[in-house]
């Protein structure tokens, strides 16, 4: 776009990599034409001192790329690509797998058990009804769709024994009314 030479170097983008702040331009290609160049924005302006080109560097809000992808999260980009922000995937309701350490009173399982459990996005909706005047709602759960019997070995801290205690969990998950 606008090729400043200074001293045999050439200073500005696109035509090659540098940073010049605020460098008063003898000319421009169109007053208040602006561009954008690896995450910064330019402007060409006039000043009462000439005509200058300012530079304005896009500020993102902090981002844990990890911490998104560890819940499930898919990475996206926007302002122009300098950006990045975390987007869930709408989940359908299904059985998923929790570690948790079991608690009974004063007893405890020695490490983490896996228990199914159900999780997700069901459909549901208000529509109006103009015979009672009313909204009508139709929501459905992520429920169990069956269970079974979990027994889990828990140790007493009170006495020193191990007591069997049994967890019911989803054999499945669906959508269901209420």
Known sequence: MIQ??????????????CS??????????VEGSTWHYNCTTFECVKTDEGTMILNYS???P?????ECKMNEGIVKLYNKGCCKICKREERICQKVIIRSIIRK??????SSINVASCDGKCPSATI???????????CKC???NGVRNLTVPL?????????????????DCTCQWN
Do not use: K, W
């Open 4 to 17: 400043v030479q200074q001293e045999e170097t050439c200073c500005f983008p696109p035509a090659c990599e």
């Open 20 to 29: 010049c702040e605020n460098l008063v331009m003898p000319t421009c290609e």
């Open 58 to 60: 896009m500020v993102c």
């Open 62 to 66: 902090p981002f844990n790329e990890t």
């Open 105 to 110: 009173q004063d007893c405890i399982s020695q």
């Open 128 to 138: 109006f009804n103009i015979n009672i005047e009313s909204h009508l709602r139709f």
């Open 142 to 144: 992520c429920r169990e």
């Open 155 to 171: 140790y007493c801290s009170g006495n020193g024994t191990e007591v069997l205690h049994t967890l019911r969990e989803p054999i």
